[in-house]
């Protein structure tokens, strides 16, 4: 349980999560019970947006699949409208574990930071990735730690917290090309000059639905998590916002 927090919106991105919605929302709400749940229903075509209102959730149901990316900004720009103070994106699939919003709060509070990444290669757990996805990964990190300023061992990861600043910075600039939500958002947040820390997470496997990993899914994966990123270094800086404030991260 999260004594004393600020408002905490936790976003959800579900697309055909219907069997595993429903528990996930459970979860969260026996782990961090002060916190609001929004599912951002990404265009599916099965039961997920009766399950997650069945659940208790209040739910933003997208007319079209926009991708991980695409929920996410909807979540972002709907914290923002609401006033939230943190957001933190949670899978639909069960593979993130809400109790670890608690040490992502204590790792933004004591850094200072205006993202916090729940890390899946950082000494907690037994999560393991083989071969070239592997090899990708730990080359992105080398990338991706530099443009940050700091240590980063997992760039992947969709586990993250943000703060009132991060949000207002997503809600109009979070992308929502392949990776773009994990690889180019750290390079957006670099340049809006938000600070960037992660904190060592245990994974899960999925709860239901099956697994992308094979070698030729991998290989697709090396190719296209190094165009993003090229990519992303690339592209000219847009306009960000400037917060009026920084949110509650006292």
Not at 115 to 135: H, K, N, S, T
Not at 140 to 162: N, Q, W
Not at 189 to 205: F, I
Request: aromatic share 6%; with cysteine; glycine share 8%.
């Amino acid at each position: 349980m999260l004594p004393d927090l600020p408002r905490l919106l936790v976003v959800v991105p579900a697309w055909n999560e219907e069997v595993t919605i429903g528990a996930v929302i459970a979860e969260i709400t026996q782990e961090v019970p002060s916190a609001d749940i929004l599912v951002v229903n990404d265009g599916s075509s099965d039961g997920t947006v009766a399950a997650a209102r069945a659940a208790g959730a209040a739910v933003l149901d997208l007319p079209l699949n926009l991708g991980v990316g695409g929920a996410m900004r909807a979540g972002f720009k709907y914290a923002q409208r609401e006033g939230y103070d943190l957001a933190v994106q949670v899978d639909a699939d069960g593979q993130h574990d809400p109790r670890h919003v608690h040490a992502l709060w204590q790792t933004m509070q004591s850094e200072g930071a205006d993202i916090v990444i729940g890390a899946r290669f950082a000494g907690e757990g037994d999560y393991e990735v083989r071969g070239p996805r592997r090899w990708a990964m730990g080359l992105l990190a080398l990338v991706l730690s530099r443009v940050c300023r700091t240590r980063l061992t997992d760039t992947t990861s969709g586990f993250k917290l943000m703060s009132a600043r991060a949000i207002r910075v997503f809600a109009s600039n979070y992308p929502a090309e392949y990776l773009g939500d994990t690889i180019e958002a750290l390079v957006i947040a670099a340049r809006a000059r938000l600070t960037v820390r992660q904190v060592a997470v245990s994974m899960r496997p999925r709860a239901g639905g099956a697994p992308s990993h094979n070698p030729w899914k991998a290989a697709v994966f090396l190719l296209r998590a190094f165009f993003a990123l090229l990519i992303s270094l690339s592209r000219p800086s847009a306009p960000l916002p400037e917060p009026a404030g920084e949110g509650a991260r006292a």
